[in-house]
């Protein structure tokens, strides 16, 4: 999903934004036609829970990025994509709560 987001006190216009769960992904078709991701991952301030997983994989290969966001310390992040068809992006509990937290991809960016 695509909404407004809140990271570390900075407003995001949009952002994609998913709660966790073995669900939680996004897949985007990138054609071939790209040679860099550039994001902000992290935490909605708004998030009911303080941890999560994002783990951003390219054509079904190992993972290009994963790392475990924190509340109040978002991750910038520059990936190649560089050939890819498909960009896959997965959220990923990693406190056990009953709440998910919101997982936030911000300002991304696709480079030729």
Known sequence: ??????????DHGSAFTAGCSNESYMEFDLGRKWKTL???????DDSPTEEARITISVDDRTASFSHTVQLGKPVVKSIPVAGAL????????????????????AAPLLKR
């Open 1 to 10: 999903m695509t909404s407004a987001a809140t990271l570390n006190a900075r």
């Open 86 to 105: 498909r960009l896959r992006i997965r959220a990923e509990d990693t406190l056990s709560y009953d709440q998910d937290a919101y997982v936030i991809i």
């Open 38 to 44: 550039e994001f902000t991952a992290g935490i909605d």
